[in-house]
């Protein structure tokens, strides 16, 4: 490292080496799906549930086999700890019905993470699925419906506990339903007490709390249920405290001027861990790719402020179906790892003493002043030393696969 860098940092009390180390052990959690458009191994028809991949740039991954082989180029390209993040309908081999699924269906994925040193987080799917009935899983007024994603999300748990089990790290089970309505609800309170029941049923599976965290993902609407959404952020945020699941939060999944951000330090006061799903809004949960904007800088200070790097979990959600693929998982990855770098290279020490002091001209000067500091000649180096290639380099790398096998794939 250069040693000019390293004097500029340490005039600010920063230690450019622990700062590489800290964030060299930060798990990102890649999400699978940006390399399908969210299609699955299911053949489960068009996407629903009220989320929508826009785009056809050519080179979809249309199974195991090509979907690896697009993470095996990403990862060439990603520093730092990962993980994978799977939904139920990434099952491989014969498919199962969704309510049985097992750890059979994911051994292959298994195979892979251990492979390339990645852990595994799993999702339950509850949508795109014609036992999404009326838009309804887990708050539907029919039992039927509700018993049936009951056991497929005990079963995804399960999947989780073998995911931490052979991989010896723990594993995020999330559940995100898209239950909701397209017009003012009659009736608020009755699927939201449903949806309650329900979760009381997949908790009621004792899973092994040393393996596998739950958590749980509010929305605040989706296209086609814009008017009402049956998990809300105040309905998971009390059900979570109460039952001792995690919140997880979308970034995408709020008011647009609301600051998500804001949000963790709240919510790590009263909960011992929280996870996320980091995405880019653009005027609605458009699931955009990350940009290293304010937006992600103001999630990554506040989980570096938080001293919560080792005990969240990043996630990543996004899925851009209009630009290549693998191009898309590896610019927002990076800028996930840039922007908790821009977050451990800041001198927080200073800030906070000089805003208790009621120093807020300092506050405002050392803010704006820090922004200009080197931070990519520290980039390069955690780049280097983690063997993904330099900010010319892996772009290049990356039209040659595509020309090689993207462009050779059918629609
Ligand atoms: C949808 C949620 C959900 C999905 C993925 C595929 O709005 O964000 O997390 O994006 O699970
Ligand atoms: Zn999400």
Redesign the pocket.
């Known amino acids: 490292m250069n040693p000019t860098i390293k004097a500029t940092y340490a005039k600010y009390g920063i230690d450019v080496d622990k700062a590489i180390k800290q964030l060299a052990k930060a798990k990102i959690s890649l999400?699978v799906?940006q390399l399908d458009d969210?299609n699955g191994f299911e053949n489960c028809g068009s996407l629903s549930?009220?989320?929508q991949t826009t785009g056809s740039y050519p080179g979809r991954a249309r199974n195991f086999n090509e979907l690896t082989a697009d993470l095996d180029e990403a990862l060439k390209y990603i520093p730092g700890k990962k993980k994978l993040n799977l939904?139920a309908i990434y099952q491989t081999g014969k498919v199962v019905d969704r309510a049985n699924i097992t750890p059979k269906q994911f051994e292959a994925w298994v195979s892979y993470a251990k492979k390339h040193h990645l852990g595994l987080d799993m999702?339950p799917?509850l949508?795109s699925s014609p036992m999404l009935v009326d838009g309804l899983s887990l708050s539907s007024p029919d039992k039927k419906v509700r018993d049936y994603w009951i056991k497929h999300c005990i079963n995804s748990i399960k999947v989780s506990e073998y995911f931490a089990k052979e991989l010896k790290q723990k594993s995020l089970c999330?559940i995100?339903i898209?239950d909701g309505l397209k017009d003012v609800p009659s009736d608020r309170f009755g699927p939201r007490k449903r949806l309650e029941d329900s979760l009381n049923k997949i908790l009621s599976y004792k899973y092994n709390r040393n393996l596998v965290d739950v958590s749980v993902?509010s929305?605040v609407f989706?296209i086609g249920v814009e008017s009402y959404t049956v998990g809300s952020h105040e309905f998971y945020m009390n059900y979570a405290s109460k039952h001792n699941v995690l919140c997880l939060l979308?970034t995408?999944?709020f008011h647009p001027t609301e600051n998500v951000a804001d949000k963790i330090s709240s919510m790590l006061i009263f909960n011992p861990s929280l996870a996320f799903?980091v995405?880019r809004p653009v005027r609605w949960?458009s699931?955009h790719v990350l940009r290293l904007n304010d937006d992600l800088q103001d999630v990554a200070n506040e989980l570096v402020k938080c001293n919560a790097l080792d005990k969240a979990y990043i996630g990543l959600?996004y899925?851009d179906a209009s630009i290549n693929r693998v191009a898309a998982l590896v610019i927002g990855a990076r800028n996930m790892e840039k922007a908790l770098l821009i977050a451990l290279l800041t001198p927080w020490n200073l800030l906070k003493e000089a805003q208790d002091k009621g120093d807020f001209t300092r506050v405002l000067a050392l803010q704006e002043e820090i922004k200009t500091l080197p931070w990519q000649e520290v980039w390069n180096e955690y780049c280097l030393k983690e063997k993904a290639s330099s900010e010319e380099v892996w772009f290049k790398k990356i039209l040659q696969y595509e020309k090689q096998i993207l462009s050779k794939r059918s629609k």
């Open positions: 999400h799906w969210v549930g009220g989320i939904h999702n799917t949508f999330n995100w898209p993902e929305k989706g979308d995408g999944h799903h995405s949960d699931d959600d899925f």
